[in-house]
Nanobody, 125 residues
Framework: QVQLVESGGGLVQPGGSLRLSCSAS????????MGWFRQPPNGPREMVAYIRFGIGFSANYTNSVKGRFAISRDGSKNAIILQMNSLQPEDTAVYYCKAALYLKGATVGPERDYWGQGTQVTVSS
């Protein structure tokens, strides 16, 4: 019913930059928020940044990426961009896009969570 397609991961040296994109498509009525989570090797999945789809499009970040990462909506599309600057080895992880949304239907159902397939980000010299 809903697909999230991610792109933009890769290998970068410390101090470098990468840009991740995520696009949602399918039977979408409205999106509450979209964001990025990451899971390092042998570690738990954690929230990186998310942006609310509404008045103001407020964004939130985990403390470790504040001032280095910026999340934004891609125009009027159901898509987001994560600009990652000053990358460090500890940013190495699989990055997953998540969308919380409502599906089209005869009635408004519950908010549902969807995840992308993940994209690898490796920061290494």
């Amino acid at each position: 019913q809903v697909q999230l397609v991610e792109s933009g991961g890769g290998l970068v040296q410390p101090g470098g930059s990468l840009r991740l994109s995520c696009s949602a498509s399918g039977n979408i009525f409205s999106i509450s928020y979209m964001g990025w989570f990451r899971q390092p090797p042998n570690g738990p999945r954690e929230m990186v940044a998310y942006i609310r789809f509404g008045i103001g499009f407020s964004a939130n970040y985990t403390n470790s990426v504040k001032g280095r990462f910026a999340i934004s909506r891609d125009g009027s599309k159901n898509a987001i961009i994560l600009q990652m600057n000053s990358l460090q080895p500890e940013d190495t992880a699989v990055y997953y896009c998540k969308a919380a949304l409502y599906l089209k239907g005869a009635t408004v159902g519950p908010e549902r969570d969807y995840w992308g397939q993940g994209t690898q980000v490796t920061v290494s010299s």
